[in-house]
């Protein structure tokens, strides 16, 4: 409401014509937007309860190659969205204090105080992220309640004022209006309309924490509290300006319309919803960047469980990304109607996006025209939400677009550096495993060469024709021997199923070399080492594999022996040949790889005995230099 006030630009363009008209918008946005696309048509797009344009792009990224474009502009708006909400949200409530009197005590004086109080909340509630946030969950339902029945509540209270708008509730007063005289901004109302409901993609990539039954029970309650408090406010708009009340635009009708007995009390309330709001964007982004790690899109980042409820988890890096973007956002705007200008452009795209994914999953169920006809009606819409929120580019938007790209880039390199590193991988590079059991059986019984572990865990991807890299045994038979009893050569596998957990396992026609096949989902625990050693006890008790009896020992009739797990980290060498593009993708790749988190802490091996070993990454041909013999120095003949 804000924001459309300011749309009014003075107190005689806001005439009930206005006020109705962008009431109507509001409505049928929430209704179209919110209710029919993500309520009705997108929680249905659940992958095992988990929702979120990752998860859906997991459903349906086997239809079509180029769809991971869409899920990577998609994730990197959204991200950049987790940005701006906690700023723009704990801003706006904090606000509500400004010149507020207690007694003869002012509470917040000026500007000045609103960004310190602001910058003090969103601190803690960084700082908290670390030790789980169960608490602000159990919170969440008891407050919420209490905040929306206060909406509603006080919503009803100055409808009474003037019921006329009511008549906000036919489409034809919204459509009316866009291409009215009294409507000075035209389509560019548009703009400021979608602000109510931005955040309808964060509900869906919160489905897997809040549940998808909760919401079609909850859902109905909200959404009437929010038309009830969002009506009240016109009608006390249109009420205050009638008796020339209003002397000007820069006010909050929202918290103008409340008794002054309520305004502490709301302002409280109001700052609690916008913890509760901004928690929910926070574990969110988690959320989102742990899929996206499981999906390949993003680098491997250390991922912690403060709490043992599988859907609490807390990304450091992540966090105090947010965390130092989020202050920079309430420094740089300074007041909310500054960050109400920049904030929804980025969303706009990420809900596009959503909208061409949720295309392919629905054809999969029912016919494409229907399909098309379905979700062509949210492409129009939000196509010319998009088109409404560009003028806010200039108003601030651009700060929510960079880190959008900045987001995208990372995304763009790690993913497409992966992609391009396989595809022009030389053949020369990849050998078969097959044609080293021989050399791999001799080694393990020759007792010439020294013992140097029971078991040899080579962390690298296996194929199904057994193609590897050269590398990898060249690190067992040439750079130093390593005589062992088994040799294990471990590919992790992620599936599009959010917790999948199993294992198969191919032994070559051997005793001690095995294949093995972890298939984890993208939100599964990657713990290598409590799998290998559960792997390796039922391969003992169905006798695939021998005990490995150990004579020194703290534990009574140990069959398991000791490991060693080699870890390739591959370094682009200089003598590589290929295009300048190509070049910079890998490089870009290696280097996130290796400034991100290490090997040893995404597969939980920081107490296991690791070995990394470094090795040239050799891509195309090779520059071999060719030295010409011209002269040889020979001392006795010369003589």
Same mark, same amino acid.
């Given at each position: 409401?804000?924001?459309?006030?300011g749309?009014?630009?003075?107190?005689n363009?806001l005439?009930p014509?206005?006020?109705?008209?962008?009431?109507?918008l509001?409505f049928w946005?929430?209704?179209?937007v919110t209710?029919v696309k993500?309520v009705?048509f997108?929680l249905?797009?659940?992958?095992?309860?988990?929702?979120?344009?990752?998860?859906l792009f997991?459903?349906?990224?086997?239809?079509?190659?180029?769809?991971?474009i869409?899920?990577?502009i998609?994730?990197?708006a959204?991200?950049?969205d987790?940005?701006?909400?906690?700023a723009?949200?704990v801003?706006?409530?904090i606000?509500?204090?400004?010149?507020?009197?207690v007694?003869?005590?002012?509470l917040?004086?000026n500007q000045?105080?609103?960004?310190f109080w602001?910058?003090?909340?969103?601190?803690i509630?960084f700082?908290i992220?670390?030790?789980g946030t169960?608490?602000?969950?159990?919170?969440?339902?008891p407050?919420?309640v209490?905040w929306?029945?206060?909406?509603?509540?006080?919503g009803?209270m100055?409808?009474?004022?003037d019921?006329?708008v009511?008549?906000?509730?036919?489409?034809?007063?919204?459509l009316?209006f866009?291409?009215?005289?009294?409507?000075?901004?035209?389509?560019f109302i548009?703009?400021s309309?979608f602000?109510?409901t931005?955040?309808?993609?964060a509900?869906?990539s919160?489905m897997?924490?809040v549940?998808r039954k909760?919401?079609?029970?909850?859902?109905?309650?909200?959404y009437i509290a929010?038309?009830?408090?969002?009506?009240g406010?016109?009608a006390w708009?249109?009420?205050?300006?009638?008796?020339?009340h209003l002397t000007?635009?820069?006010?909050n009708?929202?918290?103008?319309?409340?008794?002054?007995?309520?305004k502490?009390?709301a302002?409280?309330?109001?700052?609690f919803a916008a913890i509760?709001?901004?928690q929910a964007?926070?574990?969110g982004s988690?959320t989102l960047v742990e899929e996206?790690?499981?999906l390949?899109?993003?680098?491997?980042l250390?991922v912690?469980h403060?709490?043992l409820?599988r859907g609490q988890?807390?990304?450091a890096p992540?966090?105090w990304?947010?965390?130092a973007?989020?202050t920079?956002?309430?420094?740089y705007?300074?007041?909310?109607?500054?960050m109400?200008?920049?904030y929804?452009?980025?969303i706009?795209v990420?809900?596009?996006?959503t909208?061409?994914?949720?295309?392919?999953f629905?054809?999969s169920?029912?016919?494409?025209v229907?399909?098309?006809?379905?979700?062509g009606?949210?492409?129009?819409i939000?196509?010319?939400f998009?088109?409404a929120?560009?003028v806010?580019f200039m108003?601030?938007g651009?700060?929510?677009?960079?880190?959008?790209?900045l987001?995208?880039l990372?995304m763009?390199?790690?993913f497409?550096?992966?992609?391009?590193?396989n595809n022009? @991988?030389?053949?020369?590079e990849t050998v078969?495993l097959l044609? #080293?059991r021989? +050399?791999?059986?001799q080694?393990?019984n =020759? /007792?010439?060469?020294?013992?140097?572990m029971s078991?040899?865990?080579i962390l690298?991807?296996?194929?199904k024709?057994?193609?590897?890299?050269?590398e990898v045994?060249?690190?067992i038979l040439?750079?130093?021997?390593?005589?062992?009893?088994v040799?294990?050569?471990v590919t992790?596998?992620?599936t599009?199923?959010p917790y999948?957990?199993y294992y198969n396992?191919?032994?070559?026609?051997?005793?001690n070399?095995v294949n093995?096949?972890l298939? @984890?989902?993208?939100?599964a625990?990657?713990?290598?080492?409590? #799998?290998l050693? +559960?792997v390796v006890?039922?391969?003992? =008790? /169905?006798d695939i594999?021998d005990?490995q009896p150990q004579?020194?020992?703290?534990?009574k009739?140990?069959?398991v022996g000791?490991?060693?797990?080699?870890l390739i980290?591959?370094?682009l060498?200089?003598?590589t040949?290929?295009?300048?593009?190509r070049r910079?993708l890998?490089a870009?790749r290696?280097?996130l790889?290796n400034?991100?988190?290490t090997?040893?802490?995404w597969?939980g091996?920081e107490f296991?005995?690791?070995r990394?070993e470094?090795?040239p990454?050799?891509l195309?041909k090779?520059r071999?230099p060719i030295?010409? +013999?011209e002269?040889i120095?020979?001392?006795k003949?010369?003589k």
């Amino acid at each position: 409401m804000n924001a459309l006030i300011g749309d009014a630009g003075s107190l005689n363009k806001l005439t009930p014509k206005f006020i109705i008209g962008s009431l109507s918008l509001i409505f049928w946005t929430l209704m179209m937007v919110t209710t029919v696309k993500y309520v009705l048509f997108a929680l249905r797009a659940s992958n095992k309860g988990e929702g979120g344009i990752f998860a859906l792009f997991a459903l349906v990224k086997k239809q079509a190659k180029w769809l991971i474009i869409p899920a990577l502009i998609g994730g990197a708006a959204i991200l950049a969205d987790g940005t701006l909400t906690p700023a723009v949200t704990v801003t706006s409530a904090i606000e509500g204090l400004k010149g507020l009197k207690v007694g003869n005590k002012v509470l917040v004086a000026n500007q000045d105080q609103v960004i310190f109080w602001t910058l003090t909340i969103l601190l803690i509630l960084f700082l908290i992220q670390r030790f789980g946030t169960g608490f602000i969950g159990k919170a969440f339902g008891p407050v919420m309640v209490i905040w929306f029945s206060f909406l509603a509540i006080f919503g009803i209270m100055n409808m009474t004022s003037d019921w006329s708008v009511l008549r906000a509730l036919s489409p034809i007063y919204g459509l009316t209006f866009l291409f009215s005289k009294a409507n000075p901004v035209g389509i560019f109302i548009l703009g400021s309309v979608f602000l109510a409901t931005t955040g309808a993609e964060a509900l869906y990539s919160d489905m897997g924490h809040v549940g998808r039954k909760n919401i079609y029970v909850t859902w109905p309650f909200v959404y009437i509290a929010l038309i009830l408090n969002y009506f009240g406010q016109g009608a006390w708009l249109i009420n205050q300006n009638r008796l020339g009340h209003l002397t000007n635009t820069n006010m909050n009708p929202f918290f103008e319309m409340l008794p002054s007995t309520f305004k502490i009390s709301a302002v409280v309330l109001s700052t609690f919803a916008a913890i509760i709001a901004s928690q929910a964007l926070i574990t969110g982004s988690f959320t989102l960047v742990e899929e996206a790690i499981g999906l390949k899109i993003l680098p491997r980042l250390r991922v912690i469980h403060p709490s043992l409820s599988r859907g609490q988890i807390y990304i450091a890096p992540v966090n105090w990304i947010l965390a130092a973007f989020t202050t920079g956002i309430v420094l740089y705007f300074r007041s909310s109607d500054r960050m109400e200008a920049a904030y929804g452009l980025a969303i706009t795209v990420t809900m596009l996006m959503t909208t061409i994914l949720l295309y392919h999953f629905i054809k999969s169920k029912i016919s494409p025209v229907m399909a098309i006809l379905a979700t062509g009606v949210f492409l129009i819409i939000e196509s010319i939400f998009f088109f409404a929120s560009i003028v806010k580019f200039m108003h601030g938007g651009f700060v929510s677009v960079i880190i959008t790209l900045l987001i995208l880039l990372v995304m763009v390199i790690w993913f497409y550096g992966n992609r391009v590193q396989n595809n022009i @991988l030389d053949e020369s590079e990849t050998v078969s495993l097959l044609d #080293y059991r021989d +050399q791999l059986k001799q080694l393990a019984n =020759d /007792e010439s060469i020294p013992f140097f572990m029971s078991n040899v865990v080579i962390l690298a991807k296996v194929s199904k024709d057994y193609s590897i890299k050269r590398e990898v045994l060249y690190s067992i038979l040439d750079k130093q021997p390593k005589r062992a009893k088994v040799y294990w050569f471990v590919t992790v596998n992620t599936t599009n199923e959010p917790y999948t957990s199993y294992y198969n396992v191919d032994m070559m026609g051997t005793r001690n070399i095995v294949n093995l096949q972890l298939f @984890l989902g993208f939100k599964a625990n990657h713990n290598v080492n409590l #799998y290998l050693r +559960q792997v390796v006890q039922e391969l003992m =008790d /169905e006798d695939i594999i021998d005990e490995q009896p150990q004579k020194y020992t703290t534990m009574k009739k140990r069959v398991v022996g000791d490991f060693c797990f080699v870890l390739i980290q591959e370094l682009l060498s200089p003598n590589t040949q290929i295009e300048s593009w190509r070049r910079l993708l890998i490089a870009g790749r290696i280097f996130l790889q290796n400034h991100s988190t290490t090997p040893l802490q995404w597969f939980g091996l920081e107490f296991s005995d690791v070995r990394i070993e470094k090795v040239p990454l050799f891509l195309k041909k090779r520059r071999t230099p060719i030295l010409v +013999q011209e002269t040889i120095f020979n001392p006795k003949k010369n003589k």
